[in-house]
């Protein structure tokens, strides 16, 4: 492993650390994204600017406001990594209100969605950005109607800020899924990968370079093919390196941050391990890549693709939560 990498990976370590001890009544899967969101800017966390974030979100939002929910830490997070956290959070609620009115529901994928598109588009295209991700979310769902949700909304909003028509880019994820649908078992996450895809624009063997990842990753016992990580294997389908070299950096990176503390089995899943570690490989790989525009591109897609696989997580590990607790 390379020394630049490995200092990466000692500085993810170390943010989660930090987060995980400032916010320990937090979420551990958003904590954890949040420590990611620090080390790919290859910054230490900075507790004091992501409590002021947290601070200002309680102060400009309701007692039960969403943006208080799950998510909220890693809100605060890309808040204070933002050049003007006021402005910032004005643009994002003011957004998450133009996706409510056009009928999304309030939840922590809408919270993610309204940030991605105040962060990524300009005050003047909000109506129109909000516009589109409805446009898409509607034609998915015109494909899929049971598949399509709320986890769709990030997807959704990423779709509406790339250069695809809605109509165009539904057709293109359905003939993906048509071609790949039969290799895996979730539907749903079948669907995510699509998007994903989608977003390579119309890439000549899509669907066998990912199921040429899948089986290199199998034949080292690593299953990137699984409900959470299936998105994953989409991005590291779209980069410029050979199967062989990403199979080998994900493999390494997985094994490292295992023996690290607060990446043991106890406290992070192999799925989620998986996922991480395919985030911090990629964002390596798109770093090497030379055109500023395609890199700038393909890392913004990839933060809010982890974003939507962390957030499903945390939803799917607090409602696991509240069923227990109910149960008793």
């Given amino acids: 492993m390379k020394e630049h990498f490995a200092a990466r990976l000692d500085l993810f370590v170390q943010n989660n650390q930090q987060i995980k001890k400032a916010f320990a009544w937090k979420s551990g899967q958003i904590n954890r994204l949040a420590a990611l969101l620090y080390t790919v800017e290859n910054k230490a966390a900075d507790l004091d600017a992501i409590r002021d974030s947290s601070e200002l979100i309680k102060s400009s939002t309701g007692l039960f406001s969403t943006f208080r929910g799950n998510l909220s830490v890693c809100i605060a997070a890309l808040l204070s990594l933002s050049g003007d956290r006021k402005t910032q959070l004005s643009d994002t609620l003011a957004v998450y209100e133009l996706l409510k009115e ?3 529901r309030a939840s922590d994928y809408l919270v993610a969605a309204a940030y991605q598109i105040a962060a990524h588009s300009a005050f003047d295209q909000h109506q129109r950005m909000a516009d589109r991700t409805r446009q898409f979310y509607d034609s998915m769902k015109e494909y899929h109607r049971f598949l399509t949700g709320q986890d769709d909304y990030i997807f959704s909003a990423m779709l509406a800020l790339s250069d695809l028509e809605p109509e165009q880019g539904a057709a293109r994820m359905e003939q ?3 071609e790949l649908k039969p ?3 979730s539907g749903n996450s079948v669907q995510a990968l699509t ?3 989608a977003l390579g624009a119309e890439t000549p063997g899509a669907a066998a370079r990912v199921l040429a990842l899948r089986d290199a990753f199998r034949s080292r016992g690593l299953r990137m093919d699984r409900e959470y990580t299936l998105s994953s294997l989409g991005v590291l389908s779209l980069l ?4 062989e070299t990403l199979v080998q950096d994900i493999s390494d990176t997985h094994d490292y941050l ?3 503390k607060g990446f043991g089995s106890w406290s992070v899943t192999k799925q ?9 490989v990629s964002y390596k790989h798109i770093e090497a890549v030379q055109s ?4 700038s591109a393909l890392s913004t897609s990839l933060t809010n693709i982890v974003i939507a696989q962390q957030t499903a997580i945390a939803v799917a590990a607090a409602s696991s939560a509240a069923a227990a607790s109910s149960s008793h």
């Fill in 272 to 280: 989620e391990l998986l996922l991480l570690s395919a985030a911090l």
């Fill in 183 to 185: 290799e895996f078992l």
């Fill in 292 to 295: 500023g525009i395609l890199a």
């Fill in 195 to 197: 998007q994903v895809l």
């Fill in 240 to 243: 410029p390196a050979d199967d």
């Fill in 176 to 178: 993906l899924y048509t």
């Fill in 258 to 260: 295992r023996t690290q």
């Fill in 102 to 104: 056009r009928k999304l």
